[in-house]
């Protein structure tokens, strides 16, 4: 029984070492710095308004940034999920208004 409970005490504190070593997560400034990058990209243009952080995932520490742009005379929102590496992942984007 005792080394049961050891076992299971050791496993569950090798999972917390693990797993806060695995869902490392990217600051608020470099995840704007991303999306905007991953932005200019896929969409070219210019930028009309500051990218915001819309949600932080808490088990995953996943962000979600707003980007907004401007090519010709539409204006896009485009969405991106950040992960803790700082790279970018496309959601989806709004239809262009003008």
């Not at 997560?25 to 009309?48: I, V, Y």
């Not at 995953?60 to 707003?66: F, G, P």
Request: glycine share 8%; with cysteine; charged share 25%.
């Amino acid at each position: 029984m005792r080394l049961i409970k050891r076992c299971t005490g050791i496993f569950v504190c090798c999972w917390l070492i693990i797993g806060q070593t695995y869902a490392a997560e990217c600051d608020d400034r470099s995840a704007k710095e991303a999306a905007m990058d991953a932005s200019e990209g896929l969409l070219g243009g210019e930028s009309f308004r500051v990218p915001l952080v819309l949600k932080r995932h808490h088990p995953s520490k996943r962000k979600e940034v707003a980007t907004y742009f401007q090519r010709g005379d539409l204006y896009y929102t485009l969405f991106w999920l950040v992960d803790g590496n700082c790279r970018a992942n496309f959601i989806k984007r709004t239809q262009g208004k003008y």
